[in-house]
């Protein structure tokens, strides 16, 4: 395909070759796919700021794949992107790993409604997209501690995250977030915010780039009952 760098599409094909090989071109096929339409709808619906198809890939795709190289996201059968946008990391973790089941989440319902029937026209069948507020969805039992990994990209500040995340991951699930390379103070900020939510220690993970890295927060306790609190709280008052 044209205005896509060879270099590029091959760093793709060999990552979905490395982590999640069976039907790989089909995988690449829906991910190109998944792509254009976004692009496409991006000219009347703000999904993403990127217009250039390799860097499309590079950002959206490589970047997003980067957590199918951790156990702990390999252990997960059912997976919780929050503040998903334009479906990232959900939507390429869920073309990548059809056996897996993900819930994406978003506050903006035109958003959501959008990958609803993305996913519906390319066949994506494990991808569940909801509407709502992390403080809120965060509180709903059918929802609360339900997930065995919870995925988070350019969301919020690590202490604001937490609040946002950690509630929905099972005891012995993790939180993986995505955040730039140099997130240590942000972390160092937040360690009291992730051990009242029921957080261990963390762990930091190498990205498929230089600039960003994974966090990754075990889910070592049950989150008491009083998080996440009211919508908007979390923002104002971080933990
Ligand atoms: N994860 C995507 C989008 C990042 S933009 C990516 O990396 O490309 C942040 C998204 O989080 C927005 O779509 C916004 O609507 C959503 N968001 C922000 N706060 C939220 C909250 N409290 N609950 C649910 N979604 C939220």
Not at 17 to 25: G, L, S, T
Not at 59 to 68: G, M, N, V
Not at 175 to 191: P, R, V
């Amino acid at each position: 395909m044209a205005l896509i760098g060879e270099e590029t599409m091959e760093q793709l094909r060999n990552l979905i070759k490395a982590v999640n090989d069976k039907d790989a071109e089909r995988k690449e096929d829906q991910l190109l796919q998944y792509m254009e339409l976004v692009l496409e709808r991006n000219q009347h619906v703000n999904l993403t700021a990127i217009t250039d198809r390799d860097e499309f890939i590079r950002k959206h795709y490589i970047e997003s794949l980067a957590a199918a190289a951790l156990p702990e996201f390999q252990a997960a059968e059912t997976v919780i992107d929050l503040g998903t946008g334009g479906g990232f990391p959900g939507v390429p973790l869920a073309i990548v790993f059809p056996e897996k089941q993900f819930t994406l989440v978003d506050s903006l319902n035109k958003r959501i409604r959008i990958i609803q029937e993305f996913c519906e026209t390319l066949g994506i069948r494990n991808v569940t997209a909801i509407h709502g507020r992390a403080e809120d969805l965060g509180q709903q039992e059918d929802l609360r501690e339900s997930f065995e990994a919870c995925v988070s990209r350019a969301v919020a500040d690590m202490r604001v995250l937490a609040e946002y995340c950690l509630p929905f991951v099972k005891v012995g699930g993790a939180f993986i977030a995505y955040k730039s390379s140099d997130c240590s103070e942000e972390l160092q900020g937040a360690k009291r915010a992730i051990g009242l939510l029921g957080g261990g220690a963390c762990r930091l993970a190498s990205a498929e780039s230089e600039e960003h890295l994974l966090v990754v927060i075990p889910k070592d306790k049950p989150t008491p009952k009083q998080y996440p609190r009211r919508a908007g709280t979390p923002g104002k008052k971080p933990l």
